[in-house]
């Protein structure tokens, strides 16, 4: 089937603005991860569901970030009052299994400008 | 905790030389290890992983990497370059096993550039 989805593909927020990103798994997936990428760095973890319970949010950098997946499918990443430093590529990526060494599958990404 | 270590930002290679990309990781436990491509403007694809059998992990597009526990070594190459192969690798350790899911730690990424 398709693979993980993510949108808007691109985001321009003035510093301040509230945004919302949102990622559609694969079908059927249990595991659901959120990750920052920042320019030239490596993906850095964010948070962590399984189904709908979010399970580790310890690299959430602030109050202002909030994750969420009611029903244990899609899901939305909330960046409350947008700081330059919030500007990123975010990576979702889900997998079927919430084992040690279960490949993820990672969407295209939305890449944030906060201006 | 656990770590990835990349050596190199950078590697510039010719097209059909051998291509060598280093990674060392830190980890109390028996990690799972893999590799990841990053394609301009595109996802993270999966090359490879090792998750304890066989050391030698062959994957996608002719790459492969070596598992060494006693140099902490989990290092990708590839026989021969392809202009394809130009990209943004990742080397990334997965665990513990106990923690939630199975969380990823990213290297900080080896961009791969292939000269015609």
């Known amino acids: 089937g398709a693979g993980v989805s993510q949108s808007p593909r691109y985001k321009v927020a003035k510093r301040g603005q509230d945004v919302a990103l949102r990622c559609d798994p694969i079908s059927g997936h249990v595991s659901l991860f959120w990750y920052q990428q920042a320019l030239g760095q490596g993906p850095e973890f964010l948070t962590y569901?399984?189904?709908?319970?979010?399970?580790?949010k310890s690299g959430l950098p602030s109050d202002r970030f909030f994750a969420e997946r009611p029903e244990g499918s899609v899901s939305t990443l909330k960046i409350q009052r947008t700081q330059q430093e919030d500007s990123a590529v975010y990576l979702c990526?889900?997998?079927?299994?919430?084992?040690?060494?279960?490949?993820?599958?990672f969407g295209n990404g939305t890449r944030l400008t906060v201006t | 905790a656990q770590s990835v270590t990349q050596l190199d930002s950078h590697v510039s290679v010719s097209e059909g030389t051998p291509v060598l990309l280093r990674c060392n990781y830190s980890?109390?436990?028996?990690?799972?290890l893999f590799w990841y491509v990053q394609h301009p403007n595109k996802g993270l694809q999966l090359l490879l992983k090792?998750?304890?059998?066989?050391?030698l992990v062959k994957g996608i597009n002719g790459f492969e990497a070596e598992f060494k526990k006693s140099e902490t070594s989990f290092h990708l190459t590839k026989p021969s370059a392809h202009m394809s192969d130009a990209a943004e690798y990742f080397c990334?350790?997965?665990?513990?096993?106990?923690?939630?899911?199975?969380?990823?730690?990213f290297g900080g990424g080896t961009r791969v550039l292939v000269k015609p």
């Open positions: 990334v350790v997965s665990g513990p096993a106990k923690a939630a899911g199975n969380k990823l730690t």
């Open positions: 990526a889900s997998s079927s299994r919430g084992s040690q060494g279960s490949p993820l599958h």
């Open positions: 569901f399984q189904n709908e319970a979010q399970l580790d």
């Open positions: 090792y998750t304890s059998a066989a050391t």
């Open positions: 980890s109390s436990y028996s990690p799972s």
